[in-house]
């Protein structure tokens, strides 16, 4: 898993980086704890093929993930308290989205507008902890 680079104030600032295979966020850089995903932060990062998402973070800016055309499957924390705006937009490889809490938590969850645009429908399945559910 690659680490990423160091964090800006709480977010991650990372669209000066190449980020590429599967990435990590950490709970902590440098002492500094990450609780946001910044907006845009690896938007059009088209080498990385899969994410995981600790449970420190909160929040995850708008099109945070946006256009990561390599991405199979991103893991979500049960923290997460919204799916922002095309959060996941143009994602088309996106075949697992694994969610730590469970079916209830994710179908309430609030979920921006078009986060889930171009991901295909019926390949893609939310796995959750007691369930899997699809679009």
Same mark, same amino acid.
């Given at each position: 898993?690659?680490?990423?680079?160091?964090?800006?104030?709480?977010?991650?600032?990372?669209? &000066?980086? *190449?980020?590429?295979?599967?990435?990590?966020?950490?709970? %902590? *850089?440098?002492?500094?704890? *990450?609780?946001?995903?910044?907006?845009?932060?690896?938007? !059009?990062?088209?080498?990385? =093929? %899969?994410?995981?998402?600790?449970? %420190?973070? %909160?929040?995850?800016?708008?099109?945070?993930? /946006?256009?990561? &055309?390599?991405?199979?499957?991103?893991?979500?924390?049960?923290?997460?308290?919204?799916?922002?705006?095309?959060?996941? #937009?143009? #994602? /088309?490889?996106?075949?697992?989205?694994?969610?730590?809490?469970?079916?209830? &938590? $994710?179908? =309430?969850?609030?979920?921006?507008?078009? $986060?889930? *645009?171009?991901? !295909?429908?019926?390949?893609?399945?939310?796995?959750?902890? !007691?369930?899997?559910?699809?679009?």
């Amino acid at each position: 898993m690659a680490l990423l680079p160091p964090a800006k104030a709480s977010g991650f600032p990372s669209r &000066q980086f *190449v980020m590429k295979g599967v990435i990590e966020i950490p709970d %902590s *850089v440098g002492g500094m704890a *990450v609780t946001r995903i910044a907006d845009e932060a690896f938007k !059009d990062c088209n080498a990385i =093929t %899969s994410a995981v998402i600790l449970e %420190s973070i %909160s929040e995850m800016g708008e099109r945070a993930f /946006y256009n990561c &055309q390599a991405m199979t499957s991103i893991a979500i924390p049960s923290s997460i308290a919204r799916i922002s705006d095309f959060l996941l #937009c143009n #994602c /088309y490889s996106l075949k697992n989205i694994i969610f730590r809490g469970t079916t209830e &938590q $994710w179908n =309430t969850l609030e979920k921006g507008t078009a $986060w889930n *645009v171009g991901i !295909d429908l019926f390949e893609c399945l939310i796995t959750c902890t !007691d369930g899997t559910l699809s679009f």
